[in-house]
């Protein structure tokens, strides 16, 4: 099999031109305007470099993978199964539940009546088309030049989902949604974005999974964005858990405004290879930004993880924090990087990442600082070790079985980041999770 790796055409294949783009927006009835947004993604794909810090090629290979065999899935028909909603666990509660062809949105009448809106773009446009584009020129003034991949997410998204939340509006609720991808060979593409007013609070999660039991080749990508406004409160999480012939590429930007704090928790198992690049830009004084990762990797698996503080503003709080389990000859990279300009006075900044390795597993820790202002606290640590064999032999002697005494250190080794993201209710939805995808291996 061929390996694409040339910055030409590694994604040029032949449901990623201009003449596809413009058959996808006509066949969703778009307006003009929509149409025009997608073409400026796929110039701005066209014009980008895959990685600014020339390191993508270096970790990211996309060996046993070739876009050109899969098939653009776009036979999105706007109606879903409302049975689906029932197959995933009481605990979980979506809100939304996305598959291949069809979206399902159950948003409870009560965040309706205080103005929340979470269901597509499209439907958006329908209800309050000057609403629509106000969001959309939020979003594309930050975002326009922010990935190459990400961009081409954007222009060939079939669905566009937009999570709204007004001013002062606290939603004690979970806002969920679910992505299934059950069909293989096909690549298919998404944009979401989360929108929280001035004062609002809320916790809301993406989870990424398939139904699909072969090992056919499948690619799901998309773009997020997240802007936090003065005062806000949010917190979200990510669980990516596809099958293991999926390749996951996710593009994703915050924005935080004065007082604001955002805490995301990105929980990595599943899929053949998984690249996140991950942006948060604290531009309002005294705005707070947490980007936590946990990788748990098996097999062949690969995890490719570029997390970006920058403080922009005054007073700022940034900290980014992984902890990577890899065991058989599954391997991980996160490049971490804090920027200070001149303008970000009083930031204070914390990069910690580690690993642990188990059998041939690989962790790479990659941690930089780019400082231009003297009045600044940042710091930065890295380490990489092997399963402690010593802890293991500590555990037996006080009567745990060696396969418990290696499963207790394995699972322990997240909870340093479970705990630091401080919500007990998705907490434990990725807890059970990884205790599945345990079991599932043994």
């Known amino acids: 099999m061929k390996i694409y790796m040339s910055n030409v055409e590694l994604f040029d294949t032949n449901y990623t031109n201009m003449d596809k783009l413009i058959e996808l927006s006509q066949s969703l009835n778009e307006p003009k305007w929509l149409l025009e947004r997608r073409k400026n993604a796929y110039h701005t794909y066209q014009e980008l470099p895959y990685d600014k810090d020339h390191l993508f090629y270096k970790y990211t290979t996309f060996k046993d993978f070739n876009p050109k065999s899969l098939t653009h899935n776009w036979k999105y028909n706007g109606e879903g199964n409302h049975e689906l909603l029932k197959t995933y666990e009481q605990n979980l509660k979506p809100f939304m539940v996305e598959t291949t062809n069809s979206l399902q949105s159950s948003l409870p009448e ?9 269901d597509t773009l499209h439907n958006l446009i329908k209800i309050d088309e000057v609403r629509a584009k106000k969001i959309i ?3 594309d003034k930050s975002t326009s030049k922010f990935d190459k991949l990400g961009s081409l997410s954007r222009a060939f998204a079939v669905n566009i989902i937009v999570l709204y939340v007004p001013k002062n509006v606290i939603i004690t609720e979970i806002i969920g949604k679910i992505t299934q991808i059950n069909n293989s060979t096909t690549a298919n593409f998404g944009e979401f974005i989360a929108i929280f007013e001035d004062g609002s609070q809320a916790t809301y999660y993406n989870i990424y999974n398939d139904n699909s039991n072969d090992n056919n080749a499948k690619l799901y990508s998309i773009i997020e964005t997240v802007i936090v406004g003065d005062n806000a409160r949010v ?13 996951f590429l996710l593009s994703k930007y915050s924005e935080i405004n004065r007082y604001g704090v955002y805490r995301n928790l990105s929980h990595l198992q599943g899929g053949h290879l998984s690249r996140q690049n991950s942006f948060i830009d604290l531009i309002g004084d005294n705005a707070e930004g947490y980007d936590l990762f946990t990788m748990f990797g098996q097999n062949k698996q690969r995890f490719d993880v570029k997390s970006e503080l920058k403080h922009t503003a005054k007073s700022t709080i940034g900290q980014t924090h992984a902890r990577q389990v890899m065991m058989d000859k599954s391997e991980a990279v996160l490049r971490g990087l804090i920027v200070i300009p001149e303008s970000g006075y009083d930031a204070d900044s914390w990069l910690t990442t580690a690993g642990m390795t188990v059998g041939q597993g690989k962790v790479n820790s990659i941690p930089a600082l780019q400082i231009d202002q003297n009045e600044v606290a ?6 990489v070790e092997p399963l402690n064999e010593e802890l293991v032999f500590y555990l ?4 745990v079985n060696e396969k418990e005494a290696r499963e207790m250190l ?3 080794y997240f909870e340093y980041v479970f705990k630091l993201f401080n919500d007990i209710n998705s907490i434990e939805i990725l807890r059970d999770s990884l205790n599945l ?3 599932l291996s043994l």
């Open 110 to 118: 009560d965040l309706q009546k205080l103005g929340v809106f979470f």
């Open 137 to 139: 020129s939020m979003v």
């Open 396 to 399: 037996k002697a006080r009567g």
């Open 410 to 412: 394995i699972k322990g």
């Open 437 to 439: 995808k345990w079991d």
């Open 235 to 247: 917190k979200s999480f990510q669980l990516q858990d596809f099958n293991p012939s999926a390749v």
């Open 378 to 383: 940042a710091a930065h640590a890295a380490s």
